[in-house]
T-cell receptor, first 108, second 112 residues
């Protein structure tokens, strides 16, 4: 079983729509959680860390459910520039595990 | 402040050749790591280092060696390239494993 699993999508949404997707992780001892964004063939960049109480950064909201071992990301009022692959990342004992990514395409 | 730099950007090797992928950072980060990314798969950790002189294996270490003689540099060596090592390689650095990872632009490697 993969350590981190994501719905690959693609999620194809119109501008202004809300899109949400989840990621599950297998190691209950995982310590830190993140969402990274990767544009085509480029390096990943941090979108946001995910905290136990949930957190928001502008139009982006992340939630962590430790009991069910999943992390979610919600994007409100989607922009064309939100089109990217979103990578779920889980950290445990100095090692980071990445999901394969969820592709989001925002259309005009 | 250049961040994380990787060289070369592209490389073509023949099976059995050796090479070193270079990674350097100028942010005085203790934690550095190497990943490979293959189509349909997430980034997979090859090796990581928590500081100069300390390295450890990640998820897919076979066929790769690393060393960390300075804080700034973390080269990845392929001793005898195989077609299965065709991939995009990313180096990353951070103050620690639990903190924001800064990635280099990647090296695209083709092994024939």
């Amino acid at each position: 079983r993969k350590e981190v699993e994501q719905d690959p999508g693609p999620f194809n949404v119109p501008e202004g729509a809300t899109v949400a997707f989840n990621c599950t992780y297998s190691n209950s001892a995982s310590q830190s959680f993140f969402w990274y964004r990767q544009d085509c063939r480029k390096e990943p960049k941090l979108l946001m860390s995910v905290y136990s109480s949930g957190n928001e950064d502008g139009r982006f909201t992340a939630q962590l459910n430790r009991a069910s071992q999943y992390i979610s990301l919600l994007i409100r009022d989607s922009k064309l520039s939100d089109s990217a692959t979103y990578l779920c990342v889980v950290s445990n004992d100095y090692k980071l595990s990445f999901g394969a990514g969820t592709t989001v395409t925002v259309r005009a | 402040n250049a961040g994380v730099t990787q060289t070369p950007k592209f490389q073509v090797l023949k099976t059995g050749q050796s090479m070193t992928l270079q990674c350097a950072q100028d942010m005085n980060h203790e934690y550095m790591s190497w990943y490979r990314q293959d189509p349909g798969m997430g980034l997979r950790l090859i090796h990581y280092s928590v500081g100069a002189g300390i390295t450890d294996q990640g998820e897919v270490p076979n066929g790769y060696n690393v060393s960390r003689s300075t804080t700034e540099d973390f080269p990845l060596r392929l001793l005898s390239a195989a077609p299965s090592q065709t991939s995009v390689y990313f180096c990353a650095s951070a103050p620690g494993a639990e903190e924001t990872q800064y990635f280099g632009p990647g090296t695209r490697l083709l092994v024939l």
